[in-house]
């Protein structure tokens, strides 16, 4: 298999989806994001994500741009939210073979809940520190439910190219523990060569995935932890409701 499609989509077509959100305590009266302090439920959006998977050497062997390689991926669950994220996160980042100072940029996707979006942003401040960069596509779009974790790897591997993180709209908590702000950040390079990596993180009850890629430069010596597998690259086209949302991708998987 020489190229893989991963697709992820969002469609609310009856009133049941909202019913349920409804009875859960999920529907926010306003626009919000996982930072904001007032945060009280999700504003549901529809959208669909594309990624076009290749291995990294085929990829620029075909002449493909290469926007971002997938390095690390991890899924599970623990006896509660803390422990799911403490596992998973780790266990992403050694996949990656990347260590924490090497991860300027994280997108977290919240569960529009008190307690899963503020374990994210308590993650944060444990793994990476105050230095990182953070933002939620969530505050523009939505969140795109079955395909919000797609449209952030899609945001966060254009952040990672260009070196700029988009604003997060919403009220922002004071007491988050990173860099958010309601207009473009700057995400400093690694080296002088220009080496990003970054991650996605998305919680629901107390499954966790968390994915690290980086922008396709050599991964220098000072942001390297541990050997890591060989990975695999990517290409991908994301459809969304808002024209931000639209673009071009490549990814690895390994």
Known sequence: CDAVLCAAGQRYLDLMAYEGLSLDGLLSPTASSPFD????????????????????????AAGNTVHGVI??????????LEASLDKVVREARHQAGVGPAAVRAVEIVGGGDAESDGAERRMIATEYGREVVAGSVEGTVGHLGAAAAAVGVVKLARV???GVMPPTLGALDPSV????????????????????????TVAHGT????????????VPLAARAT??????????????PH????????????
Do not use: M, Q, T
Request: hydrophobic share 50%; charged share 20%; aromatic share 2%.
């Open 177 to 200: 523990a990173a860099r958010v702000a309601d207009n473009p950040l700057p995400v400093p390079a690694v080296d002088a060569a220009g080496y990003r990596a970054g991650s996605v």
């Open 71 to 80: 390095r690390g991926v991890a899924v599970g669950a623990g006896p509660s």
């Open 207 to 218: 499954l966790v995935g968390h994915i690290v890629i980086d922008n396709g430069r050599p």
């Open 227 to 240: 050997p890591a597998a060989a990975p695999v690259a990517a290409a991908a086209r994301v459809a969304g």
């Open 37 to 60: 302090a007032r945060r009280r439920g999700r504003v549901p959006a529809e959208g669909a994500v594309v990624l076009v998977l290749k291995r990294l050497a085929d990829a620029r």
């Open 243 to 254: 024209p931000a949302g639209r673009g071009r991708v490549a990814a690895l998987f390994p």
């Open 160 to 162: 990672l190219d260009k």
